[in-house]
């Protein structure tokens, strides 16, 4: 089992990462892969993403931990930026190793889906020079909601 | 000494990302001894309490002595 | 708006397909990919899928202008392997870039369900030196069900 | 001449991947003209026919001259 959970502070690029990951899963139905990167938004210069050390990483871990329990996977990888970064770079990249294609689909659907609204992560944007904070997004809640079963959550 | 974290935007009205504060500090103490920019944050809900690491169910009851690290943690913005 | 739909009837590596399709779609939000590849089970020696020329590459099309009409998109990838392949062998990748990662995952998850169900493929594999095709599985026909709304479906 | 394709397992079943026909062709000339191991295919709604990569709603109405390709389809086993 392939389990790779890493934040890092400087520049990667994905594909360096998804094809060793890849490889270590062999006799795999399928992986199903998300890279996010930022975007360029009219007048967007720049993206900081701020984390809590002893919050953010254990958090990665956390969610790796209930991936594993709810779907059926070989492996996962969950790569995430922090720092400062410029429109076009990468800052996420979840990839997961299944024997079929529905739970590495879902895995990665719902890693982002954390990600994105339940990460220990503060994101500011530069635009004109300042920099602003980014509030939550209602879509993003709307979306962790999704896997918010009655019962039998995991 | 205790460090007091300042997460997000919560940096932003505080002035700096951490402030020092002497030991020890109870929910009251802490409300006394921040800038007033954030004393407003801290009793918003929204905004979570950790010390050490670990998320306070009741921030009311929060105790910290020397050495130990506040963490004051607006909402994520998303990764 | 990049669009790239293949039969292939050679094998292929999907990291030489996906790095030019991401660098072709700049200012994207995110990219989600999967590849899926013949799975090592048990005794399975080979893999064999048959396609009706006339039928085959038309559908795929039509699927992604479906995928266009449905999601907001910015780029789509789909690539399918025919004739015999071994096990560990790539079959499908399927890749769309999007400005958000919903459009970006959702895309790649009715693509393949469509592709897996609904694509004009036959399916045989070779087990202990004989052939036997592959009937149509309930699960594939059930993932396909998620798509058709009631109303408004494109 | 009319070729008639035999798409997965049916051409196990016609014992080879296509056949040739003598055209003109309408629904009961294929069924005379195929070899009784695929009628019964034939006649399974499950399995679709085309002429000239065009599906026919209606199979009955098959019409096909010369240089025409009919095919039969099995249902698909997925990508």
Known sequence: MM????????????????????????????????????????????????????????????????????????????????????PGEPIVCVSAAARHRRDAIDTVDFCMDHLKSAAWFWKREKRAGAWHWIEPREQDHADLARWQAPVGDT | MITVVLLGKLADLGGAPALTLAAPLDWAGLRAALPASLVEALDDPRNRVAV??????????????????IALLPPVSGG
Chains 1, 3 share one sequence.
């Open chain 1, 3 to 86: 389990r790779d959970i890493r934040l890092l502070n400087q520049k990667f690029i994905p594909g360096t990462l998804i094809g060793p990951f890849t490889q270590a899963n062999p006799g795999l139905g399928g992986v199903c892969t998300f890279v996010g990167e930022v975007r360029c938004d009219d007048d967007v210069e720049a993206l900081e993403l701020t984390h809590y050390e002893p919050l953010t990483l254990p958090g990665m871990h956390l969610l790796a931990d209930r991936a594993f329990a709810r779907f059926d996977l070989m492996g996962l990888l969950m790569v995430h930026r922090v720092g400062r970064m410029r």
């Open chain 2, 52 to 69: 050490n690491g670990a998320l306070l169910a009741d921030r009311s009851a929060l105790q910290a002595g020397d050495g130990d690290e």
